[in-house]
Nanobody, 122 residues
Framework: QVQLRESGGGLVQAGGSLRLSCAASGRASSRDDMGWFRRAPGKEREFVAAISWNGIMQYYTDSVKGRFTISRDNAKNAVYLQMNGLKPEDTALYYC???????????????WGQGTQVTVSS
């Protein structure tokens, strides 16, 4: 079982930037594809971005393309989400997850951290 711990969230004005980090420990996660999800108040958890285990391929939901960048450092068992041009609709609790990309879709394992809150004010 891999343990995940997200950090880096906070309160930022619209147009600002944040960098989220996800630290993985326990079972080796360097061979997992990794992803970020978010859950806004009153909404279902939604996919945000994913990265292949070797960092070569990245996938994004349409609403964050061109603004968010996912990256990873396997030597540190870490995954990052650089978020630029933040909008109030990006406000949510953000989670990372290990999983597998299948036909361009990220399928997370059922293991989640506590998440990190991102709040964007208008």
């Amino acid at each position: 079982q891999v343990q995940l711990r997200e950090s880096g969230g906070g309160l930022v004005q619209a147009g600002g930037s944040l960098r989220l980090s996800c630290a993985a420990s326990g079972r080796a996660s360097s061979r997992d594809d990794m992803g970020w999800f978010r859950r806004a108040p009153g909404k279902e958890r939604e996919f945000v971005a994913a990265i292949s285990w070797n960092g070569i391929m990245q996938y994004y939901t349409d609403s964050v393309k061109g603004r968010f960048t996912i990256s990873r450092d396997n030597a540190k068992n870490a995954v990052y989400l650089q978020m630029n041009g933040l909008k109030p609709e990006d406000t949510a609790l953000y989670y990372c997850a290990g999983g597998m990309v299948v036909n361009g879709n990220f399928r997370p394992w059922n293991s989640w951290g506590q998440g990190t809150q991102v709040t964007v004010s208008s």
